[in-house]
């Protein structure tokens, strides 16, 4: 069993829709990261959060403690938003962290 | 402010052998953090340091092993290799350990064992 569930795992939208990624996790958590990763490997950390909601620009990032869920938000999706996002917490105890097995999200023009 | 780099960014091994990855972090990071990524498991955590002390060991045997300079520059070490091992090793850097820290990732080895 994953300690990170994310879905969908697979998502593909036409350009301006908005989109939503989900993770939930099993224990308590110190923070939650949203990575990006594009074609070729390299990731972007999108957002840190330990609670409450963040935002940067078209991308909104939520988290609920106690029902330990976290959301990702894209808002009028761009043909370059396409990507795997991934989640990834890190426990409140032991300090790993464990990630999700990602949303690949495609685009479309 | 230069990014994190890893070398060399392709590796071809065959099994049996060992393989040694390096990790520069963001200067003034001190927290460098070590993952593998396959298709079959995704991303997972191996190691991280801090001030050249590891402070976390993930879930791997022993073969995997790492260290950290007191420059903040990292190693891994990978020993008797397994085509198993063949996977995408990311590093990641950071100012301190805590939860809330912001990791910047380098763009990976590439490491293919025959």
């Known amino acids: 069993k994953n300690e990170v569930e994310q879905s969908p795992q697979n998502l593909t939208a036409q350009e301006g829709e908005f989109i939503t990624i989900n993770c939930s996790y099993s224990v308590g958590i110190s923070a939650l990261h949203w990575l990006q990763q594009h074609p070729g490997g390299g990731i972007v950390s999108l957002f840190m959060?330990?609670?409450g909601k963040k935002k940067h620009g078209r991308l909104i990032a939520t988290i609920n403690i106690q029902e330990k869920h976290s959301s990702l938000h894209i808002t009028a999706s761009h043909p370059r938003d396409s990507a795997v996002y991934i989640c990834?917490?890190?426990?409140?105890?032991?300090?790993?962290?464990?990630f999700g097995t990602g949303t690949s999200l495609t685009v479309i023009p | 402010k230069a990014g994190v780099t890893q070398t060399p960014r392709y590796l071809i091994k065959t099994r049996g052998q060992q393989v040694t990855l390096s990790c520069s972090p963001i200067s003034g990071h001190r927290s460098v953090s070590w993952y593998q990524q396959t298709p079959g498991q995704g991303l997972q955590f191996l190691f991280e340091y801090f001030s050249e002390t590891q402070r976390n060991k993930g879930n791997f045997p022993g073969r995997f092993s790492g260290r950290q300079f007191s420059n903040s520059r990292s190693e891994m070490n990978v020993s008797t290799l397994e085509l198993g091992d063949s996977a995408l090793y990311l590093c990641a850097s950071s100012i301190g350990t805590g939860g809330e820290e912001t990791q910047y990732f380098g763009p990976g080895t590439r490491l293919l064992v025959l």
């Open positions: 990834a917490v890190r426990w409140a105890s032991g300090n790993q962290f464990y």
């Open positions: 959060l330990s609670s």
